[in-house]
């Protein structure tokens, strides 16, 4: 008799170490943190993503140059050139040299894609020839004697050009600018 007592006692000290175990826990249920932890990382988440969104959203249109080119698939044709030729021909007196007097006479297309800046160049033409007859006249001969000085009046011409257009129509509308003669004298 004694051994099943001694059992029954080792039985029942177990089950007050046991339960004395469980109340200095606090009777929290297991796992409490990492719930905790689980829910905090996925509010963060939830937050991170929403802020992406709203970014990429709010922002999706604003880096993008609508004057760009846009981008091509390689077997997407662009749209038709159109040119507009400014005529008759630009005639006008080169600065420098003493030597004697010096001209300059270029004839200029300008080239566009879009129908509707086509009608916007060509309603703008004197305005355009004015301001393109300013920029020759103050060029100097030696500096278009090479092909980087007529390459860079060119540029400075179409910069003209764009920023007349700007000015009056919001937009460029000239894509290029060409010389398609080019005599000096």
């Known amino acids: 008799m004694d051994r099943p007592l001694r059992r029954s006692r080792a039985v029942a000290a177990a089950d007050k170490t046991a339960s004395k175990s469980k109340a200095d826990k606090g009777d929290k249920p297991k796992g409490g943190k990492s719930l905790l932890t689980i829910g ?3 509010v963060i988440a939830a937050g991170a993503a929403g802020g ?3 970014y990429f959203a709010s922002h999706a249109g604003k880096d993008v140059k609508p004057d760009a080119p ?4 390689p077997g997407e044709v662009p749209a038709p050139a159109q040119y507009f030729a400014l005529e008759p021909p630009f005639v006008v007196n080169l600065v420098g040299e003493t030597g004697g007097a010096r001209y300059l006479q270029v004839e200029v297309q300008l080239m566009t894609r879009d129908p509707e800046s086509l009608k916007a160049i060509e309603l703008h033409a004197p305005a355009i020839r004015a301001r393109l007859l300013m920029l020759f006249a103050q060029q100097d001969a030696a500096s278009l004697m090479s092909r980087e000085g007529k390459e860079r009046l060119q540029n400075a011409a179409l910069g003209e050009v764009k920023a007349l257009l700007v000015a009056e129509t ?3 509308s000239a894509e290029s600018l060409l010389f398609t003669s080019f005599v000096m004298q």
């Open 70 to 73: 846009k981008a091509k698939s």
């Open 170 to 172: 919001g937009k460029p």
């Open 52 to 54: 992406g969104a709203w």
């Open 40 to 42: 905090l990382v996925a």
